[in-house]
C-alpha cells in the first residue's frame, strides 16, 4: 500500500475501526441500557447541553450509601445517549464516593487531561475516545457523568431529589 506509514494502522485498519466504534455507539443509541424513570429515586437530576440540545435526566437509588440503581432518561444524539447508557454501567452498585470519582474521571479522559482507559465495567466505552478529536462533541459525551455528578453532590448537601426543576420550569 502506498500511503502506508511504518508503524501506525494503515487507512484501512483506521477505518475499520472507526466503523466499528460507530457501531458500538450505535448500538448503545438503539437500545439503551437501563434507560427510563426510577420511582422514589432519592436522585433526580436533569442536564442539558444546548450546544447539541441533549437532554437528559439522570435517577439514583441509594441503598446503603451505594447507587443500588441507576437509570436515565432523555432525548440527545447518539454520542450522549450512548454515553449516557455506558455511564450507568459504570457506576451502578458504587458508592457515591465512587461514583462521583469514576464520573471526574470519565470527564477528565475526554478532556484530553488524563490518558484514555476502558473501564473494566464497560469495556465499550472505549468507542468514546474518538469524540475527544471533536471538541464540540465531547460536552454530549460528558453530559450524563456531569449530571449524576451534580446529583450526587446535591444530594450529600441534603436535597432531596424532585427538587430540581421540573419540565416546566426547565423548559426556558
Ligand atoms: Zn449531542
Redesign the pocket.
Known sequence: MADEVPGTRTHQEEASLDQLYRDVIFEHYRRPHNKGALDGAEIVTKGN?PV?G?RVTVYGKIKDGRLDDVKFEGK??A??MASSSMMTEAVKGKTLAEAGAVADNFKSMMRNEVPFEALPEVPDIEALEGVRKFSV?VK?ATLAWTTLKNGIVEYQAGKQGGETCTEESCAT
Request: glycine share 0%; charged share 20%; hydrophobic share 20%.
Open positions: 447541553n447539541c441533549d440527545a444524539c454520542i450522549c462533541r454530549c
